[in-house]
């Protein structure tokens, strides 16, 4: 039988300080909270970037005209990362822009059904640095934003782990 793998697109948001904007996903079902880039689902028959540019407007309020370069790309198989999926797998696209406050289409209550608790800018430094309960998507995520921002965009999307 053929995995049930959910599809999403995110965005690696960099404003012109190098912070990275982050969503705050509260997991019901692990009772924990992840911090990982705007963006998810593919809905069927969609193209990774219409999905990319739906959600961006609809959870931060960004509108990206350009097509954004794809940088990562994660596969993750194992029962809880997705409920009613085998696994997921994302694909990260690079978004330079302004710094601003995040503010989508979605309502609170919208976003909080999304399970999308907070928005919040983080620099390098403080993603390598924290230590509280919160987990991060990718969980070594300091590692390959301190990769691509010291070295560029690759030629390849970079394959990420957990």
Known sequence: MPLRLRRSARALVLDDLDRLLLCRHALREQGAAVWAAPG????????????LRRELREEVGLVVQHDPPHVWHQEVVGAGYAVGHDGVVNDYFLVRTAGFTPCGALTAAELAAECIVGVQWWSPAEISAYRGPDLFSPRDLGTP????LSTGLPDEPLLLGL
């Not at 998810?40 to 999905?51: C, Q, S, V």
């Not at 934003?145 to 691509?148: A, D, S, T, W």
């Open 40 to 51: 998810g689902r593919i809905a069927p028959h969609e193209e990774p970037l219409t999905a």
């Open 145 to 148: 934003l301190r990769e691509l």
